[in-house]
């Protein structure tokens, strides 16, 4: 999927994941890298596969090394991509460079 506004790729990938709702379930996630010299954030978007055909979704961010959930939604993952899209968005107009990272199937991040 392509996001012309911001010109990134979300990079999907298929992981099993305990979520804060407390059960293991089938999700894929996507992750944004964000750098500023050395500060670095992350926001992840999570499709949840528990949710429905449409997918529920929650998104992560990671700043200072501290995570926290900051939006989520049953059956709208459109939701959760457009509110981390203006995260990543809001960040780099904030001097962040940001980039899609692309994540294996044992969830361990690269480039």
Same mark, same amino acid.
């Given at each position: 999927?392509?996001?012309?506004?911001?010109?990134?790729?979300?990079?999907?990938?298929?992981?099993?994941?305990?979520?804060?709702?407390?059960?293991?379930?089938?999700?894929?996630?996507?992750?944004?890298?964000?750098?500023?010299?050395?500060?670095?954030?992350?926001?992840?978007? @999570?499709?949840?596969?528990?949710?429905?055909?449409? %997918?529920?979704?929650?998104?992560?961010? *990671?700043? =200072?090394?501290?995570? $926290?959930?900051?939006?989520?939604?049953?059956?709208? @993952?459109?939701?959760?991509?457009?509110?981390?899209? %203006?995260?990543?968005?809001?960040?780099? *107009?904030? =001097?962040?460079?940001? $980039?899609?990272q692309t994540i294996?199937?044992?969830?361990?991040?690269?480039?």
């Open positions: 999927m392509k996001l012309a506004h911001v010109g990134l790729m979300i990079v999907f990938s298929a992981t099993a994941a305990t979520t804060g709702w407390g059960e293991v379930q089938s999700e894929s996630r996507e992750r944004f890298v964000c750098t500023f010299g050395a500060s670095q954030r992350f926001i992840d978007i @999570y499709r949840l596969a528990s949710h429905g055909p449409r %997918g529920g979704c929650r998104v992560d961010y *990671t700043k =200072n090394g501290v995570t $926290k959930q900051v939006w989520s939604a049953n059956g709208d @993952y459109a939701y959760c991509v457009k509110k981390a899209v %203006g995260l990543v968005t809001k960040l780099s *107009t904030g =001097n962040f460079s940001c $980039k899609p294996d199937q044992a969830g361990v991040g690269g480039s």
